[in-house]
């Protein structure tokens, strides 16, 4: 399906240029009409936002475009993506907004919009918002008497962090455990660590002073070099990396190792199936996770089930066949026992669950399985044509041959990115790297032809 509007994961872009004051109104008055539809009761749509300038701008744009066709805004200020969708179904909202480009630097933004259901939107829905977008709506404005109206919610950081706290056994504590929270100075700034607190960890917080330009700037789950240096300086247990919307996490175990989001669905899968918690014997992920993570489950005689990237289709797959644990090695970890969307510190309090109940150090119990050697490289493009270059089609295919069985090769547009995605893994590390690095070049001299 070709779309104007909508990536991977909402609709993202450079704020003021793409994600325009005017290009949020026209999304919120499209979607508000999709779900206005009974004209019988007022309804409803909550906003959150992280913590970029721009958020200022398109909070107040999709206001103006929710209220002028009938529908009632609660604005939830600064709060972790899972909180709006979990908030979305809470308040029994008909729609839920977060304002977000979650990993990416503060000039981008984004608008990401859940369901009743607090499910993101399906493709199909995604297409009737686009149609709409394009049309001229003056007609189907709300009358003066029917506009829906705005307020600021409260309470809700309060709500989030209960949430989160109770998807933990009542018995749980994290008395003993020292913390260092990367807040990547977004969403989760706040929430994040009052809730490890409360749960009686020690928390020692860095990246959680935002001011608008610096979200996921040299901290946060794509940039834990920060977070390694302070596990170390702290003689902290472990570390915990957010995004910028706090929808994914990484973990930094005691001796300053990264462990990412296939180990983490490993962690939870055993500590799941030892309670008895897996809903099915497996986990979905996707294209780009671990063959090692394959191989570890498969030990514990659980299945894997891959899919395309993009976390929305580990959550279908999930929910079409269903699986409780699935996610991405990035950082997007998906417990359908609890949230509707990843949910990057509820997935870090599982895994210090985990450690808790073993009684043993966060590197004993967080790395499960020796990765195979991957190779992942971005080529930044002109459009996702670029794969049809005669010249890359030829590298590719000479790249297969090569690994002949023994490695695989993911290569991708990206759905949030104008880059192309080159991943390689196998046994022998040096070949997969020469694959890949013959790959880039050839999608780099096709550009450049």
Same mark, same amino acid.
């Given at each position: 399906?070709?779309?104007?509007?909508?990536?991977?994961?909402?609709?993202? &872009?450079?704020?003021?240029?793409?994600?325009?004051?005017?290009?949020?109104?026209?999304?919120?008055?499209?979607?508000?009409?999709?779900?206005?539809?009974?004209?019988?009761?007022?309804?409803?749509?909550?906003?959150?936002?992280?913590?970029?300038?721009?958020?200022?701008?398109?909070?107040?744009?999709?206001?103006?475009?929710?209220?002028?066709?009938?529908?009632?805004?609660?604005?939830?200020?600064?709060?972790?993506? !899972?909180?709006?969708?979990?908030?979305?179904?809470?308040?029994?909202?008909?729609? &839920?907004?977060?304002?977000?480009?979650?990993?990416?630097?503060?000039?981008?933004?984004?608008?990401?919009?859940?369901?009743?259901?607090?499910?993101?939107?399906?493709? +199909?829905?995604?297409?009737?918002?686009?149609?709409?977008?394009?049309?001229?709506?003056?007609?189907?404005?709300?009358?003066?008497?029917?506009?829906?109206?705005?307020?600021?919610?409260?309470?809700?950081?309060?709500?989030?962090? +209960?949430?989160?706290?109770?998807?933990?056994?009542?018995?749980?504590?994290?008395?003993?455990?020292?913390?260092?929270?990367?807040?990547?100075?977004?969403?989760?700034?706040?929430?994040?660590?009052?809730?490890?607190? +409360?749960?009686?960890?020690? /928390?020692?917080?860095?990246?959680?002073?935002?001011?608008?330009?610096?979200?996921?700037?040299?901290?946060?789950?794509?940039? !834990?070099?920060?977070?390694?240096?302070? /596990?170390? +300086?702290?003689?902290?247990?472990?570390?915990?990396?957010?995004?910028?919307?706090?929808?994914?996490?990484?973990?930094?175990?005691?001796?300053?190792?990264?462990?990412?989001?296939?180990?983490?669905?490993?962690?939870?899968?055993?500590?799941?199936?030892?309670?008895?918690?897996?809903?099915?014997? &497996?986990?979905?992920?996707?294209?780009?996770?671990?063959?090692?993570?394959?191989?570890?489950? &498969?030990?514990?005689?659980?299945?894997?089930?891959?899919?395309?990237?993009?976390?929305?289709?580990?959550?279908?797959?999930?929910?079409?066949?269903?699986?409780?644990?699935?996610?991405?090695?990035?950082?997007? /970890?998906?417990?359908?026992?609890?949230?509707?969307?990843?949910?990057?510190?509820?997935?870090?309090?599982?895994?210090?669950?985990?450690?808790?109940?073993?009684?043993?150090?966060?590197?004993?119990?967080?790395?499960?399985?020796?990765?195979? !050697?991957?190779?992942?490289?971005?080529?930044?493009?002109?459009?996702?044509?670029?794969?049809?270059?005669?010249?890359?089609?030829?590298?590719?295919?000479?790249?297969?041959?090569?690994?002949?069985?023994?490695?695989?090769?993911?290569?991708?547009?990206?759905?949030?990115?104008?880059?192309?995605?080159?991943?390689?893994?196998?046994?022998? !590390?040096?070949?997969?790297?020469?694959?890949?690095?013959?790959?880039?070049?050839?999608?780099?001299?096709?550009?450049?032809?």
């Amino acid at each position: 399906m070709t779309r104007s509007y909508f990536g991977t994961d909402g609709i993202r &872009g450079r704020a003021n240029q793409k994600i325009t004051p005017e290009l949020a109104m026209k999304v919120g008055q499209a979607a508000g009409l999709i779900f206005n539809r009974d004209g019988e009761r007022r309804h409803r749509v909550v906003i959150g936002k992280d913590t970029r300038l721009s958020g200022y701008m398109i909070e107040y744009a999709l206001v103006a475009g929710f209220t002028s066709v009938g529908m009632d805004v609660l604005l939830l200020g600064p709060m972790p993506t !899972p909180a709006v969708a979990m908030l979305t179904r809470s308040m029994r909202a008909d729609l &839920g907004v977060m304002i977000s480009a979650s990993h990416n630097l503060y000039e981008d933004n984004g608008i990401k919009l859940f369901g009743p259901d607090a499910y993101k939107l399906s493709d +199909e829905t995604e297409a009737e918002i686009e149609k709409l977008i394009e049309r001229d709506l003056t007609s189907r404005l709300a009358g003066p008497q029917h506009l829906g109206r705005a307020k600021r919610v409260e309470d809700v950081r309060a709500r989030y962090i +209960e949430y989160a706290k109770r998807t933990l056994s009542r018995n749980m504590s994290f008395e003993g455990l020292r913390v260092v929270l990367d807040c990547a100075n977004g969403a989760a700034y706040k929430v994040a660590p009052e809730a490890l607190w +409360e749960l009686g960890a020690e /928390v020692i917080t860095i990246g959680d002073d935002p001011d608008g330009f610096n979200i996921n700037r040299d901290v946060g789950s794509t940039a !834990p070099q920060k977070l390694r240096e302070k /596990v170390r +300086e702290m003689r902290a247990d472990v570390g915990i990396a957010l995004d910028g919307d706090a929808d994914r996490v990484m973990l930094v175990d005691e001796l300053g190792h990264v462990v990412d989001g296939d180990q983490l669905m490993a962690v939870v899968a055993r500590s799941w199936r030892d309670e008895g918690w897996l809903a099915k014997p &497996g986990v979905v992920a996707t294209i780009m996770s671990n063959l090692g993570l394959e191989r570890y489950l &498969g030990s514990l005689g659980l299945t894997l089930e891959r899919t395309a990237v993009g976390d929305r289709y580990v959550i279908e797959r999930m929910r079409e066949r269903g699986y409780n644990v699935g996610g991405e090695q990035s950082g997007h /970890v998906i417990l359908s026992d609890y949230s509707t969307t990843g949910d990057g510190l509820v997935t870090a309090m599982q895994a210090l669950a985990a450690v808790k109940k073993l009684g043993r150090r966060v590197s004993e119990v967080c790395r499960v399985f020796d990765p195979l !050697p991957q190779v992942l490289k971005n080529v930044r493009v002109r459009g996702p044509r670029a794969l049809e270059e005669d010249l890359v089609v030829q590298a590719i295919e000479a790249g297969k041959q090569r690994l002949d069985g023994a490695g695989r090769l993911v290569i991708r547009p990206s759905g949030t990115e104008p880059v192309i995605r080159v991943m390689g893994e196998g046994e022998n !590390p040096d070949l997969v790297t020469s694959v890949v690095d013959d790959i880039c070049d050839a999608l780099t001299r096709a550009q450049a032809a």
